[in-house]
């Protein structure tokens, strides 16, 4: 995560960065001589992003305990 104190923004901009990976995959894809290696390591990059994405969102609400 970056060092920003703010959570809120953080999390705008790891959302931006997976919105611009998901722009730039799909225009690879959409090249008939797309690079497979730069998209499959853009598609990593982007379940890495979803995974940190998803624990921010669960830090930031709280356990409720039954």
């Not at 722009?23 to 990593?44: C, F, H, M, N, Y």
């Amino acid at each position: 995560m970056t060092t920003n104190d703010n959570p809120a923004f953080d999390l705008e901009a790891l959302r931006t960065e997976h919105r611009e990976l998901d722009e730039r995959i799909r225009v690879l894809t959409s090249e008939p001589t797309g690079d497979q290696l730069e998209i499959a390591r853009l598609k990593r990059r982007k379940l890495m992003l979803k995974d940190e994405i998803q624990r921010a969102l669960d830090a930031s609400t709280p356990d409720i305990i039954a």
